[in-house]
C-alpha cells in the first residue's frame, strides 16, 4: 500500500471539506440501502458468512481519511488495543497468502459483533448484503444476488423478486470525490489495502491520533 507521506498530518485541514461531501454521500447510500432493505424485509443480524469476516479491498484514498477521523473520536487506549488487533490480521492474512490458504478472520474493529467506527466504515460495508446492480464504463452490467443472510431471510418471507438497486451512482459520486481529493494533494499513485492495513498505516503514520 502506497501512501503520502504524513497525509495526516500535513494536508488535513483541506480535505476535511471533502470528508463533510462524502459523509453526505455515505447518507445517501444508507438511505437508499436502508429503503430497499425494507422492501424486501431484510435486515442484518449477523450471520455465519459475517462480511466482517471477508476479506474486502478498499481502493479510494478518501475513505482512508475519513476511517482516520473517526479514530480520532476513540480514546488512546482503545486505539492502541485496536492498532494490536489490526497488526494480527494483518501478519496472519499474509502468512496466509504466503502458504497460498484462505482465511477469513474477523475485522480488528468488530467488537461483539459490533464496528467500533460504524458511521466511518467504507462504502462496501454499507452496501453490502442486498441484491444490486453496477453499471461499468465499459458498458457491461454487474449484478449480485445477494448474502447468505438475506437469502434466508427472504427466502420464509417469499420476498425474493429483484428490487432495482443500483450502485452506479455512489460509485461515480465517490470517484468525483477521489479525484478531487487527489488533485488537491498531487498524489495520483494507486490505492489497494484492507481496513486492517488501512487502521495500521494511520496509527504508524500519526503515532497518536488524539
Same mark, same amino acid.
Given at each position: 500500500m502506497n501512501l503520502p507521506p504524513d497525509p495526516l498530518l500535513t494536508i488535513r485541514n +483541506?480535505?476535511?471539506?471533502?470528508?463533510? +461531501?462524502?459523509? %453526505?454521500? $455515505?447518507? @445517501?447510500?444508507? #438511505? &437508499? =440501502?436502508?429503503?430497499?432493505?425494507?422492501?424486501? %424485509? $431484510?435486515?442484518? /443480524? %449477523?450471520?455465519?458468512? /459475517?462480511?466482517?469476516?471477508? *476479506? $474486502?479491498?478498499? #481502493?479510494?484514498?478518501?475513505? =482512508?481519511?475519513?476511517? &482516520?477521523? %473517526?479514530? *480520532?473520536?476513540? @480514546?488512546?487506549?482503545?486505539?492502541?488495543?485496536?492498532?494490536? *488487533?489490526?497488526?494480527?490480521?494483518?501478519?496472519?492474512?499474509?502468512? &496466509?497468502? *504466503?502458504?497460498? @490458504?484462505?482465511?477469513?478472520?474477523?475485522?480488528p474493529l468488530n467488537t461483539n459483533d459490533r464496528c467500533m467506527l460504524y458511521p466511518y466504515r467504507p462504502m462496501i460495508c454499507r452496501l453490502h448484503g442486498i441484491p444490486h446492480e453496477l453499471h461499468r464504463p465499459d458498458g457491461r452490467l454487474r449484478t449480485h444476488p445477494g448474502c447468505d443472510a438475506f437469502f434466508d431471510q427472504c427466502r420464509e418471507s417469499g420476498k425474493i423478486d429483484y428490487i432495482r438497486f443500483d450502485r452506479t451512482p455512489f460509485y461515480l459520486k465517490m470517484a468525483a470525490l477521489e479525484k478531487a481529493l487527489r488533485k488537491e494533494m498531487g498524489y495520483f499513485d494507486r490505492f489497494r489495502a484492507t481496513i486492517a492495513q488501512m487502521l495500521v498505516a494511520i496509527m504508524d503514520s500519526t503515532d497518536e491520533i488524539n
Open positions: +483541506r480535505y476535511l471539506p471533502l470528508l463533510d +461531501r462524502l459523509a %453526505g454521500l $455515505f447518507d @445517501e447510500m444508507s #438511505h &437508499a =440501502y436502508s429503503t430497499v432493505a425494507a422492501q424486501y %424485509g $431484510f435486515r442484518c /443480524n %449477523g450471520c455465519a458468512d /459475517n462480511c466482517c469476516l471477508t *476479506r $474486502f479491498y478498499h #481502493h479510494t484514498l478518501i475513505e =482512508y481519511l475519513y476511517l &482516520a477521523e %473517526g479514530l *480520532r473520536t476513540i @480514546e488512546p487506549g482503545v486505539q492502541r488495543t485496536i492498532k494490536r *488487533r489490526a497488526q494480527t490480521v494483518s501478519a496472519r492474512t499474509e502468512d &496466509a497468502d *504466503r502458504r497460498g @490458504e484462505s482465511l477469513r478472520i474477523m475485522c
